[in-house]
């Protein structure tokens, strides 16, 4: 196996413990999402220009002032990766965590913020996980969340880009995202990205717009929505969560990449594996219209989100206006099972990594 090793820690941070460790109180057999969160967070400002030294810190409430500018106008980004125990070894695997470092780094230069070194943005998060490596779950179905957030922190009204921004990284033992298979609703009305917008950055402000579109969505009995183009309604872009793949008559295809979606490290870990099979995989735009005629002549043979938190999450129904399009049931949907297999296996060092896709720790 192949592995790309986390050189050994360098004395870059300040590290400071914690003295009242709360791993005991933490039910691992029953771990929701998003709700636990470690004992240390990393921490670093952005002040006169530069990166000021890292803090690994106890896990904690940060002091801000009611002007701090991202809170006004939204100057932040995130990023999401996941941590699994090697099935083999006692090591830990990040997966590709470079590739959401660079994601990062993207997010940022459209959001006119500063970009972190990718090395330095995976070495935080590596000394992070090997403090708290005792955090890390074990259970199949379960993985250490890891959330880089990067915000503007000027003490300042105005609109303009801050001076001074925080990162933080936060690490959280999580469970399943979506326990069940999920219904989505079509977006035909609200609109989440447009060419020329944010909406292939990983921005704070993409997600504040679509929670009254979603909230609806639930009020409906729908679990998300899928996003559609912003100028006709007419392409599928992505769920809120997960970039979006549908199987129609044997082959995968999910919308391209043109700027308005996700560039999804899971997406891309997808298209790899489902062509490593052999099965034929196609990037390009899809109507919903493509989509109700496949269904319609029974051609519609799966559809799935692919993402970090929701892993492979199978799609049970599309709503579009007053349609509906029930898809055949979980165990005719071959393909989506096996590339999720094939997936959690290499994250948990079941299956040969050939694509140096781990950092082990
Ligand atoms: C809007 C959106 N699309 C796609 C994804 C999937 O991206 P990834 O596979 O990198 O987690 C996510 C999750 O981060 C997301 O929030």
């Known amino acids: 196996m192949t592995f790309t090793h986390f050189a050994p820690p360098k004395p870059m941070f300040e590290v400071i413990k914690t003295k009242h460790s709360r791993l005991s109180q933490v039910d691992f057999n029953n ?12 921490v670093m400002d952005y002040q006169n220009g530069q990166w000021q030294q890292g803090q690994i810190i106890p896990y904690g409430n940060l002091q801000l002032s009611p002007a701090t500018s991202a809170l006004h106008y939204g100057q932040a980004i995130f990023e999401g990766l996941k941590a699994n125990r090697d099935s083999n070894s006692a090591d830990i695997l990040l997966f590709r965590p470079y590739d959401n470092a660079h994601r990062f780094n993207h997010s940022a230069v459209r959001m006119d913020m500063p970009e972190v070194p990718e090395d330095l943005f995976v070495e935080a998060i590596a000394q992070l996980i090997q403090l708290d490596r005792e955090w890390v779950p074990s259970t199949t179905d379960s993985s250490m969340y890891i959330r880089p957030v990067m915000f503007g922190c000027d003490n300042f009204i105005g609109v303009r880009s801050s001076d001074n921004y925080k990162m933080v990284v936060l690490t959280s033992p999580v ?38 579109p979603a909230s609806l969505a639930r009020q409906k009995g729908y679990d998300q929505v899928l996003w559609t183009d912003g100028v006709e309604h007419k392409y599928v872009e992505e769920i809120g969560t997960m970039n979006v793949f549908f199987v129609i008559n044997n082959e995968v295809i999910t919308p391209s990449l043109d700027g308005t979606i996700l560039h999804g490290v899971t997406r891309d870990s997808v298209i790899t594996l489902f062509k490593e099979m052999g099965v034929k995989v196609t990037e390009r735009r899809i109507t919903t219209e493509e989509l109700f005629e496949a269904h319609s002549k029974g051609l519609l043979q799966e559809a799935f989100g692919a993402g970090t938190a929701a892993t492979i999450t ?9 349609k509906r399009y029930v898809m055949p049931p979980v165990q005719a949907r071959t393909l989506a099972t096996k590339v ?18 781990l950092v082990r720790i």
């Not at 771990?31 to 990393?42: A, E, L, T, Y």
């Not at 199978?314 to 007053?322: G, R, V």
Request: net charge positive; aromatic share 16%; hydrophobic share 35%.
């Open 340 to 357: 999720k297999s094939e997936l959690e296996n290499i994250k948990r060092g079941l299956k040969p990594d050939t694509y140096n896709w």
């Open 175 to 212: 469970g399943p995202y979506y326990t069940k298979p999920v219904r989505v609703v079509i977006a035909d009305k609200f609109v989440r990205a447009f060419d020329g917008g944010t909406g292939e950055a990983k921005a704070a402000g993409n997600y504040g717009a679509t929670m009254y």
């Open 314 to 322: 199978q799609i049970e129904e599309l709503a579009y206006k007053d």
């Open 31 to 42: 771990i929701p999402f998003g709700r636990i969160f470690s004992d240390h967070m990393f």
